[in-house]
T-cell receptor
């Protein structure tokens, strides 16, 4: 079974530039998450999709971050304009939509995109 | 604001000993609990999930859940140098929230 695919693996941009990340979840996983992980911290949820609808985006800085999942499969996360503090690893994860009795609810992660803003 | 709390460490444990990692969470409605391992520069990898009170064992790993105390723990028996990593506790109700992680260092 193929895992969560993300690209690019690394990106270096100057502040005020824009950047986009792509994610393709595990086949059959309706729930997709974007997390931001700053060095030394745990992953912070930015946005959660169920199919192509947004479940939670309460911690997404909406003045500069946007995300979409138009066909309910792959997703893109965009930052425009980037700030120095956006330097982090951006992790995409996916999980099953309708777990059986709360089993199999875990999320599986892609390799992440390491963003450096200079 | 739902929170997951972990001691950031580092926790140093001699090789062959038992490593004990702890986590508390704030949301009583949480239904699923996970431990992820994250090596430096890598993404989190699921090592244990637990859904009901009590212990769950898988090889050298045992997860323990106490919903009344809102407490989750992970025991690693016969610790190996390859267990040196950051261990992330995660809790799910409608979304998955992570703690900041505990850095574990196994001393050869």
């Amino acid at each position: 079974e193929a895992g969560v695919a993300q690209s690019p693996r690394y990106k270096i941009i100057e502040k005020r530039q824009s950047v986009a990340f792509w994610c393709n979840p595990i086949s059959g996983h309706a729930t997709l998450y974007w997390y931001q992980q700053i060095l030394g911290q745990g992953p912070k949820l930015l946005i959660q999709f169920q199919n192509n609808g947004v479940v939670d985006d309460s911690q997404l800085p909406k003045d500069r971050f946007s995300a979409e999942r138009l066909k309910g499969v792959d997703s893109t996360l965009k930052i425009q304009p980037a700030k120095l503090e956006d330097s982090a690893v951006y992790l995409c994860a996916s999980s099953l939509d309708r777990p059986l009795r709360f089993m199999n609810t875990e999320a599986f992660f892609g390799q992440g995109t390491r963003l450096t803003v200079v | 604001q739902k929170e997951v709390e972990q001691n950031s460490g580092p926790l140093s444990v001699p090789e062959g000993a038992i490593a004990s990692l702890n986590c508390t969470y704030s949301d009583r409605g949480s239904q699923s609990f996970f431990w992820y391992r994250q090596y430096s520069g890598k993404s989190p990898e699921l090592i244990m999930s637990i859904y009901s009170n009590g212990d769950k064992e898988d090889g050298r790993f045992t997860a323990q859940l106490n919903k009344a105390s809102q407490y989750v723990s992970l025991l690693i028996r016969d610790s190996q140098p390859s267990d040196s990593a950051t261990y992330l506790c995660a809790v799910r109700d409608d979304k998955i929230i992570f703690g900041k992680g505990t850095r574990l260092h196994i001393l050869p």
